[in-house]
């Protein structure tokens, strides 16, 4: 049924505009997917709109789970190592993880741009330059438009609006789009595709802009002819525009602070809409995998982690890993990443975090 998706700040709006404002109606401006459907998931009440990295993440879990192919997040905090697992999560479901680079300028270079499962936006001006705020470097897979762009406000009306933000909202609808086209894709080919059509704007190991800056023309051409077998595509190249806006507003992003917050918001996007959204109670389906994750593990342990009380025996157990509060948590065996990716959703708080079910990183997962 759902919750409450009215605006907390503006900023969900703007971000929901670029990637499937209302097109070819004479009325404002037109999304770059714009008949695609799109789901709001609100992810705070603070009014800043900070959130924290978990609830981020569990909305783009439970968006992918209810069906939605894309999700575009337009937060910070993209260099955590949760939102990787998220990616992974998201890709295996069928679906592909967007998230913006973050305009605090810095170098991301946790890894190359095509070693994980999240796609990370870096914006650009009109110009095709990097944006002063935008994030960059070896991690970022694609750059997209940022600055100054014209966009939904709240309670109606347009206005303009720079971030990254904007730059991943773009992507996402672009990503949809290429769905719309093809169906059959996998989310690796929807990748390929997206990448493969990008423009090249310096030398292909420049760091500054990853794959390029995406090309809807070049995408879809690339769409229409590719199959589910397809991993190698060309597409003629094709000439772009891009009118002069007025000069970029001030990026209003905030860094993040302890415990680890982000600055605003998230949109599931997908092209064909679902209505109902369900969390399964006790297992997950995920593609390609026979059967169901388990919620809980089941293979033999060397130590009974279970006799073990404090923390510190605990994590200096072979197989065991403290769960929950530092002082009322409780020991229990280990789990390999796939199945911890499975229990994200399932975390609450970090009070509750408990042996079996979720697992500690510092905080709840």
């Not at 192919?69 to 990616?87: E, M, N």
């Not at 995920?286 to 073990?308: E, F, K, N, Q, Y």
């Amino acid at each position: 049924d759902g919750g409450d998706v009215s605006a907390v700040t503006s900023h969900g709006t703007k971000c929901a505009g670029c990637a499937a404002g209302k097109g070819n109606n004479g009325v404002g401006i037109s999304g770059v997917g714009w008949s695609v459907s799109h789901r709001p998931m609100r992810v705070t009440n603070e009014p800043s709109g900070n959130a924290y990295v978990s609830d981020l993440v569990h909305a783009a879990l439970v968006a992918v789970d209810a069906g939605d192919k894309v999700v575009s997040v337009a937060y910070t905090a993209v260099d955590s190592s949760y939102v990787r697992l998220a990616g992974t999560y998201v890709k295996r479901m069928g679906g592909l993880l967007v998230w913006a680079a973050g305009n605090d300028g810095l170098n991301l270079n946790w890894g190359g741009c095509d070693d994980d499962d999240v796609i990370v936006v870096g914006a650009t001006t009109s110009s095709d330059e990097l944006a002063t705020f935008s994030s960059f470097g070896e991690s970022v897979d694609v750059v997209a438009p940022g600055a100054s762009i014209f966009t939904t406000m709240v309670n109606g009306g347009y206005g303009y609006a720079s971030g990254t933000s904007f730059a991943a909202s773009f992507t996402a609808g672009l990503i949809g789009l290429i769905w719309s086209a093809n169906p059959s894709l996998t989310p690796d080919e929807v990748e390929e595709i997206l990448k493969q059509g990008c423009d090249e704007l310096g030398a292909a190991s420049n760091v500054t802009f990853g794959h390029g800056r995406i090309n809807a023309l070049k995408a879809l051409q690339l769409a229409s002819v590719a199959s589910s077998t397809t991993t190698t595509m060309t597409a003629a190249s094709s000439p772009t525009a891009t009118a002069a806006p007025p000069s970029p507003i001030p990026s209003t992003t905030s860094t993040e602070s302890s415990p680890t917050q982000s600055a605003p918001s998230t949109t599931a996007v997908t092209a064909t809409r679902t209505t109902t959204m369900t969390v399964p109670a006790t297992t997950t389906t995920v593609p390609g995998i026979t059967g169901t994750l388990p919620m809980t593990t089941t293979t033999p342990r060397a130590w009974d982690c279970s006799t073990l009380s404090g923390k510190a025996d605990c994590n200096a157990a072979p197989d065991c890993v403290w769960s929950g509060h530092p002082h009322t948590g409780s020991c229990g065996p280990t789990v390999d990443d796939e199945t911890c990716i499975s229990r994200f959703r399932r975390c609450s708080s970090d009070d509750i975090c408990c042996s079996g079910t979720c697992r500690w990183y510092g905080l709840c997962v």
